[in-house]
């Protein structure tokens, strides 16, 4: 099956600092969305991105299809950004998510 | 974009016993999954909640231990049978429509002793 491989699996940051967070997949994909799960284990909607770039506030997304990777940007980090940033995708009309192993980032005071 | 609930929140359950988790989305959707996060780790998916019919189940999950019911269009149980200590984990369903993103409910956080 497709695999999803995120890089850093740890990252600490001063707040204030910029960061980019990495999904690499294995396989053509119809959907990529990227979640941030807060302390409370809510899942939250970042970016619905299967190509192209997005951008949200301080946030901003690139897919590459072609080359099967995409990443997430983070500009000038607060301490609300930390927590764990996961990659998913889907390879189908079902729906179905396959999710990467997540970023856990830390942004200190 | 679709609003989910989920009940209960979070459950400490003894062995031995079964829980039953309810989602709840705030409009029809065609798409309703159930995903397990183990503590530490990552999402993994269950079965997808089909309407009106048996649900799908991912290999390693299978229907006498995750029974799960989808009566209509917004509504969907996933029950935990039998529990274990290993069953201790986050449940959360979700919810797309074709071609569109998923939504994800607060998560159910369960604890077997």
């Known amino acids: 099956g497709i695999q999803v491989e995120q890089s850093p699996p740890d990252l600490i940051l001063q707040e204030g600092a910029n960061s980019t967070l990495r999904c690499n997949f294995s396989d053509s994909v119809n959907n990529l969305q990227w979640f941030h799960q807060n302390p409370w284990g809510q899942l939250i909607n970042l970016f619905y991105?299967?190509?192209g770039t997005k951008q949200n506030g301080r946030l901003s997304a690139t897919t590459v299809a072609t080359e099967r990777y995409s990443l997430l940007y983070i500009s000038s980090s607060q301490t609300t950004d930390s927590g764990v940033y996961f990659c998913?995708?889907?390879?189908?009309?079902?729906?179905?998510?396959?999710f990467g192993q997540g970023t856990e980032l830390s942004v200190k005071p | 974009s679709a609003v989910i609930s989920q009940k209960p929140s979070r459950d400490i359950c003894q062995r031995g016993t079964s829980l039953t988790i309810q989602c709840q989305v705030d409009s029809q959707v065609t798409m309703m999954f159930w995903y397990r996060q183990q503590p530490g780790q990552s999402l993994t998916l269950i079965a997808t909640a089909n309407q009106g019919s048996e649900a799908t189940y991912e290999s390693g999950f299978v229907i006498d231990k995750f029974p799960i019911s989808r009566p209509n269009l917004t509504f969907s149980t996933l029950t935990v049978s039998n529990m274990s200590p290993e069953d201790s984990s986050i449940y959360l369903c979700?919810?797309?429509?074709?071609?569109?993103?998923?939504?994800f409910g607060p998560g159910t956080r369960l604890t077997v002793t």
């Open positions: 979700s919810a797309s429509d074709p071609g569109d993103e998923q939504y």
């Open positions: 991105i299967p190509s």
């Open positions: 998913a995708v889907g390879i189908n009309q079902g729906g179905k998510l396959i």
